[in-house]
């Protein structure tokens, strides 16, 4: 019986998932799992959750996203020297395989399932090639996930997929890249029954967008919700979508009562001329109507915390948006915060433009991935210096994560949601958040007496 080890590894540095309150297991390696011949023997090692200690092998597969793709590579020559065959796939290499040739014996570009089944055949024939091409899964017909090999005692959530691909294709996101512009969506039945099996009660729905592009996936999603209310499933849910979300009362309700408790919307930006760079052209239209807050706070009201993710540092973001944003987040009370720094990943247009340009200031690849890991600024933004960018990142958080906002904000996030367990996820999350950033350099080197003067206008 062949022994085959798949990793997932990690960067290193602390972030959200650092603490069992917030850590969900990857679906990745368990759909190749499914998809993998009977007669093989399965271990999986997550460094996010488990330190990499050397296992033994006959195949060894792994995954990895740009930050930790330096891991990655370290990992994957610990089998090679001893001749174990390493297969490397995910996000970063697919877009950047021919760096990752150096690594491993044979790359994966695109999604994996498809053409994983003949990997294992070259494998078991001694003829791997040195790079397969996936084709985009038929997600009607994906097994589910085998969730049998990971350590489901330790993840305090589950996970599951329902979608796969996006046409909105943002100017920093390489999600379309890597899983297409056609929107693909599971069959309502598998999802229900993959539901059933998690043990987990909290879990997340690992989809870019729950409600999809248009009537038919916003209609998916009601039955969705209207199932889980049918079957009686009781499970609270985490989940991501575009800020239309708002625009669905009877939705948004639906969902609350199916258990919806946190909803994750990118929002990125309250600059207009920053949302129209990144090609946020929904978000960009809502900001013009003055409807940001209308659209938070009918979800908030209906016991559903918000989670809203802002990506500063743009060429059209100057020093005061900062505080705007600061402010804004104070008034339409949102109960979690994610701030990330302009990152431009491999395969997005941001990458190519600003390589084009010969703007990204850390090039010893691979390296230099390390700092792609969006707390880190990799090119210098126009209309102000890194450091200046890296003080109002300090003076944001600062003020958001400071003792009375914290109390303040738990208290509205209670008092809107009428929900106490929402609240409390919601202050873990904000936590998970916080305890990085009070750990980090940044801070240390940031937080400085003078911080409100310079940034307060």
Not at 143 to 153: A, G, K, V
Not at 242 to 248: A, K, N, R
Request: with cysteine.
């Amino acid at each position: 019986m062949p022994r085959l080890l798949l990793i997932n590894p990690s960067h290193g540095h602390k972030h959200l998932g650092s603490t069992t309150a917030t850590t969900w297991p990857p679906l990745h390696l368990p759909y190749l799992a499914a998809v993998t011949p009977s007669h093989y023997q399965i271990e999986v090692i997550d460094e996010n959750i488990e330190p990499f200690q050397h296992r033994k092998a006959d195949i060894v597969g792994i995954t990895a996203y740009t930050s930790s793709i330096c891991r990655a590579y370290q990992i994957a020559e610990v089998y090679r020297e001893k001749g174990i065959p390493t297969i490397m796939g995910g996000i970063h290499v697919s877009m950047m395989p021919d760096e990752a040739k150096r690594y491993c014996d044979s790359v994966v570009i695109g999604e994996a399932e498809n053409i994983w089944p003949k990997i294992l055949d070259d494998f078991e024939a001694g003829k791997l090639e040195k790079e397969y091409r996936g084709t985009w899964a038929d997600l009607e017909t994906l097994p589910i996930p085998r969730r049998d090999i990971l350590q489901n005692s330790y993840y305090r959530w589950g996970s599951i997929q329902t979608s796969r691909g996006c046409p909105m294709n943002c100017s920093f996101c390489s999600v379309t890249a890597f899983n297409g512009q056609r929107f693909r969506r599971r069959n309502l039945d598998s999802v229900i029954e993959e539901l059933e099996q998690i043990p987990q009660k909290w879990i997340s729905l690992n989809d870019d967008n729950i409600i999809g592009y248009g009537k038919k996936d916003l209609e998916w999603t009601y039955s969705f919700f209207s199932r889980i209310l049918e079957k009686g499933i009781k499970k609270s849910f985490f989940a991501q979508a575009s800020i239309l979300f708002g625009e669905e009362r009877e939705l948004i309700r639906l969902a609350a009562r199916a258990g919806l408790k946190v909803v994750f919307s990118g929002l990125e930006s309250i600059n207009p001329k920053t949302l129209q760079g990144y090609q946020k052209g929904i978000n960009l239209e809502r900001l013009q109507q003055g409807r940001y807050n209308e659209l938070i706070g009918r979800i908030r009201k209906e016991g559903i915390v918000f989670f809203g993710g802002f990506v500063i540092g743009s060429d059209d973001d100057v020093r005061s948006v900062f505080h705007s944003t600061l402010k804004f987040i104070q008034s339409s009370h949102i109960d979690i915060l994610q701030t990330s720094k302009l990152t431009p990943l491999p395969g997005t247009r941001l990458w190519k433009s600003l390589q084009q340009e010969g703007r990204i200031l850390t090039q010893n690849f691979p390296k230099d991935w390390e700092e792609f890991r969006f707390s880190r600024l990799v090119f210098k933004p126009s209309q102000m210096s890194i450091e200046e960018a890296y003080e109002g990142f300090t003076y944001l958080r600062k003020i958001y994560y400071s003792f009375w906002e914290t109390i303040k904000r738990t208290f509205y996030t209670l008092i809107t949601t009428k929900n106490i367990s929402s609240t409390i996820m919601a202050y873990k999350f904000n936590y998970a958040y916080w305890k990085p950033y009070r750990n980090s350099e940044h801070y240390r080197l940031y937080n400085k007496p003078d911080l409100k003067k310079k940034f307060m206008p």
